[in-house]
């Protein structure tokens, strides 16, 4: 079965402590996107990739990082430097294609922080 | 500031009805517009989209329109059912080299019995 798993569904975290988001995908696809959804907000940018080992930054990047070593694999670091981190977070994935650009998305993953 | 806007928070209609669904943006160099649909805790799911050589897209009962001189794009259900209740979001890009989707802040369409 082709599609993009994220893991875990739920997280805990302790004020000051950095966690990572896993994100997978086996659909081939070229480009992976990390964003953040708040209740009563859009889809927000965090982090985009292209292509193995580049990346760059979306609208949110402050307090997050990421890497692109495979390119099935785009985690997510969530660092203590993030002041609001609670959140929906979604991965994305897409071709990159002059015909079409629809992104695929995981299953998210709600992270808390107690 | 938001480029592609949804004005609408809420929408209910009748099943069986026309749900419309709105969506403006202000950036000229997007040429390429998506609607997902999505349910509470779960990711966003593709359900149409439209490139700027067009005026209309149809899938099913699904079908989005735009209209590039108002830069305003619209998706019509049509019969709504029940299970089309979720918060719908457009999205838009600048094409080809440009693969980013910025996303209106979606409307939560419920679909009365």
């Known amino acids: 079965d082709g599609g993009i798993t994220q893991s875990p569904k739920y997280l805990f975290r302790k004020e000051g402590q950095n966690v990572t988001l896993s994100c997978e995908q086996n659909l081939n696809h070229d480009a992976m996107y990390w964003y953040r959804q708040d209740p009563g907000q859009g889809l927000r940018l965090i982090y985009y990739?292209?292509?193995?080992?580049?990346?760059q930054k979306g609208d949110i990047a402050e307090g997050y990082s990421v890497s692109r070593e495979k390119k099935e694999s785009f985690p997510l670091t969530v660092t203590s430097a993030q002041k609001n981190p609670t959140a929906f977070y979604l991965c994305?994935?897409?071709?990159?294609?002059?015909?079409?650009?629809?992104?695929?998305f995981g299953p998210g993953t709600r992270l808390t922080v107690l | 500031d938001q480029q592609v806007k949804q004005n609408s928070p809420s929408l209910s209609v009748q099943e069986g009805r026309i749900s419309i669904l709105n969506c403006d943006y202000t950036n000229s160099m997007f040429d390429y517009f998506l609607w997902y649909k999505k349910y509470p805790a779960e990711g966003p799911t593709f359900l149409i989209s439209?490139?700027?050589?067009?005026d209309k897209n149809e899938d099913g009962r699904f079908t989005v329109f735009l209209n590039k001189s108002a830069k305003h794009l619209s998706l019509h259900i049509v019969p709504s059912q029940p299970g089309d209740s979720a918060v719908y979001f457009c999205?838009?890009?600048?094409?080809?080299?440009?693969?980013?989707?910025?996303f209106g802040t979606g409307t939560r369409l419920t679909i009365i019995p």
């Open positions: 990739s292209q292509i193995v080992n580049d990346f």
């Open positions: 994305a994935s897409s071709m990159i294609s002059r015909l079409a650009n629809e992104q695929f």
């Open positions: 999205a838009a890009s600048g094409g080809f080299g440009n693969e980013k989707l910025t």
């Open positions: 439209i490139s700027s050589i067009k």
